[in-house]
């Protein structure tokens, strides 16, 4: 292979005669019976073996291949060397110069090659943890309802949600790993600034996961569940029977007092009659209003709040009728009052 391989050598590259040279081309010492004349396989340029570097011909034919032109690609292709194993292949000598300018062009490329995986890789994790951001406030809501035993919310929705969050995680988790791990395998590592934005993206999205894994509240068993389920129907219960009982008790503190008085509220009525009878006079001006009678009708058959109201609409037409507009406006406010209270006694039963 040796003679085989020199030919190609020089059919590729047009070496420089020995004559014309009487110095090495990069250490510049004069060529002597102990200081050999060897031929750059590059620039075909004479060196000596000190000047002399060797590059495995896979290396060699990576950096320069996108160099070649059409015709050497082809010599290349067609030359009998490219046959058999490719470790038995002989090295490539080139010139300490050209060694240094290939491994810089080597860096360049593998520099390259990892901003375009790091990039394309840190892309795709933002973009999972974009997703992983927008589903966890939803689960939060969900498992927040199944603790407090709420019957319309799924345990198996939230059991999936749960899941995807996860699998999210998880990917984010690979990713970054990845991104920590590119060039590290390579012949030569990437760059220390590079290094150290790699350790960077892991060590965030560490800290991501951790955030997150940690503020996933845990989801009840399907026992659990239905122990929530039982404290919270049990819960309701016993308020809506607070809360009927709390309207009752008012409902009586309400009959007991007189209703000239509990509508007004500030002292702006007076009243110490039976509802169907009572004396109504108006502090300060002397005004009295006549006595409910049929307008509240029976008051053994209705609610204290409705017989309120009716008397309330009672005073309110003799208060027009007679002029009296600063004791027709607390009547109204009264009876607005009085109506809310209807309102919210209707909306609870």
């Given amino acids: 292979r040796g003679p085989e391989r020199g030919l190609l050598d020089h059919e590729i590259v047009d070496w420089v005669p020995d004559s014309a040279a009487s110095v090495c081309c990069d250490c510049k010492k004069p060529f002597s019976v102990s200081r050999r ?11 000596c073996g000190k000047c002399s570097q060797f590059l495995p011909m896979s290396f060699a034919e990576k950096l320069l291949r996108p160099t070649m032109n059409f015709e050497l690609k082809g010599k290349l292709e ?68 199944l603790r407090l035993g709420d019957e319309s919310t799924s345990l198996e929705s939230a059991q999936e949600t749960r899941f995807k969050l996860m699998k999210l995680h998880e990917a984010v988790d690979v990713l970054s790993k990845k991104i920590l791990s590119l060039g590290v395998q390579s012949e030569r590592p990437p760059l220390p600034r590079q290094i150290r934005l790699q350790k960077q993206v892991r060590q965030y999205a ?19 569940l239905k122990d929530l389920q039982e404290q919270n129907r049990r819960l309701q219960e016993e ?102 209270q209807i309102r919210s006694a209707k909306l609870k039963s």
């Fill in 37 to 47: 004349r060897h031929h750059c396989r590059l620039t075909g340029e004479l060196i």
């Fill in 78 to 145: 067609q030359s009998p060397l490219k046959e058999g194993d490719e470790k038995e292949q002989p090295p490539l000598r080139v010139s300490t110069s050209c060694y240094k300018l290939l491994l810089r062009k080597h860096e360049h490329i593998q520099e390259k090659e990892n901003r375009s995986m790091f990039l394309d890789l840190y892309e795709k994790m933002k973009s999972v943890m974009a997703r992983a951001d927008a589903l966890l406030p939803r689960y939060h809501d969900v498992a927040e309802a």
């Fill in 206 to 224: 560490t800290l991501y996961l951790q955030s997150n894994i940690i503020a996933m509240v845990p989801l009840p068993t399907a026992e659990q």
């Fill in 239 to 340: 308020q809506t029977k607070r809360e009927r009982l709390e309207a009752q008790q008012a409902a009586e503190r309400l009959k007991q007092k007189s209703p000239v008085d509990s509508v007004t509220g500030a002292g702006l009525i007076r009243s110490s009659k039976s509802v169907t009878g009572a004396t109504v006079t108006v502090s300060g001006s002397g005004w009295q209003p006549s006595a409910a009678g049929s307008a509240v009708g029976n008051v053994e058959e209705k609610d204290p709040l409705e017989i309120q109201r009716d008397m309330l609409l009672h005073y309110i037409s003799q208060a027009k009728r007679a002029g009296k507009m600063d004791e027709l406006k607390a009547l109204k406010e009264s009876l607005e009052d009085i109506e809310f």
